[in-house]
Structure formats: C-alpha cells, structure tokens
C-alpha cells in the first residue's frame, strides 16, 4: 500500500485556521468601525478573497481520508479567486458588489456546509449539529447580504463584520 501525503491536507488546515481569525478580526474591525474608507475595504476584502480561493484549492487537491472537510473546495475557490480579483481592479465603487460578492460565496458556502453536516451525521461524527448550526448562520448572513447591498454602507459594513466574523 502506497502512503500518500499528508502535507497538502496540513498546510490546507493551517490556512483555514489562519483565515478563519483573519477573518473574525477583519469582522470585528467592520463591525466596530464601519465609517471605515470603501477602498481599504475592497483592497483588503479582494485580498482575503483571493486569499482563501488559494486555500480552498490546496484543500481540495489534498487527499483528505473521508474525502468530506474540501469535497466543495475547488468550485468555492475559482469563485473566491474571480470574485477576488474583479473587487482588486474597482475598490472604491464596490461596496455593494463586494457584500452580494461576499454574499453569494457565503450562502453557497453554508449550502455546502449543510451538506457536509448531513454526510458527518451519516460517518456518525457527534458533532455534525454545530456544523449544520453554523451552516445556517452563514447562509442565512449571507442572503441578508445579497438582498441588502442598496442600504447605507455603514450597515453593510456592519453586516458584512458579522457574516465574515461567522464564516471565521
């Protein structure tokens, strides 16, 4: 039996740890200081997005046992990469593209995250109901994002805190 490399699937994890607190105190800092410039929140949102597109693609292409944790993973990221690019190129004009951007990523993201709570109820792991509960959360986040982008940007940017401080 070969042994196959565990490598891919660590450095995946390590960068889902590393995103998921940058994107809890990038949610905190929107959520405490929402008059904060358009620009510097399209640059550093088209960043992170980019970002954790590249993340999700290492974890897709590694060999995770149950095939479970990144089966969505290469979908998400060539979404994540294209939304992430296309919000670098027009920063300032973009808040309201960037929370249906971020909006539409976070409930796909949920939308696959129910799935994967339903297949861990299914291998019997207990914790399936967090998954699924958190799923919920982000979707729901998420739809609030897309069909809210017309309102002022202080709430979007507000709003788009909690969805990204959920997603963290």
């Given at each position: 039996?070969?042994?196959?490399?565990?490598?891919?699937?660590?450095?995946?994890?390590?960068?889902?740890?590393?995103?998921?607190?940058?994107?809890?105190?990038?949610?905190?800092?929107?959520?405490?200081?929402?008059?904060?410039?358009?620009?510097?929140?399209?640059?550093?949102?088209?960043?992170?997005?980019?970002?954790?597109?590249?993340?999700?693609?290492?974890?897709?292409?590694?060999?995770?046992?149950?095939?479970?944790?990144?089966?969505f993973d290469l979908e998400l990221g060539i979404l994540l990469l294209v939304l992430g690019v296309m919000v670098l190129i027009r920063p300032d004009d973009l808040m309201t593209f960037i929370c249906i951007a971020l909006g539409i990523s976070i409930l796909t993201d949920g939308l696959f995250k129910v799935q994967i709570a339903l297949d861990s109820k299914r291998f019997g792991i207990k914790s399936w109901w967090v998954i699924l509960a958190l799923a919920v959360v982000a979707g729901t986040i998420g739809v609030f994002l897309i069909f809210r982008s017309a309102k002022s940007a202080q709430f979007l940017t507000v709003l788009l805190g909690v969805s990204i401080l959920a997603e963290g």
């Open positions: 039996m070969k042994m196959r490399s565990v490598t891919p699937m660590r450095i995946a994890k390590i960068g889902y740890i590393v995103m998921s607190v940058m994107f809890c105190i990038a949610g905190a800092l929107f959520i405490a200081l929402p008059d904060i410039s358009i620009t510097i929140i399209g640059i550093s949102m088209g960043i992170t997005m980019i970002v954790y597109g590249i993340v999700k693609l290492v974890g897709y292409f590694s060999r995770d046992l149950f095939r479970l944790a990144f089966q």
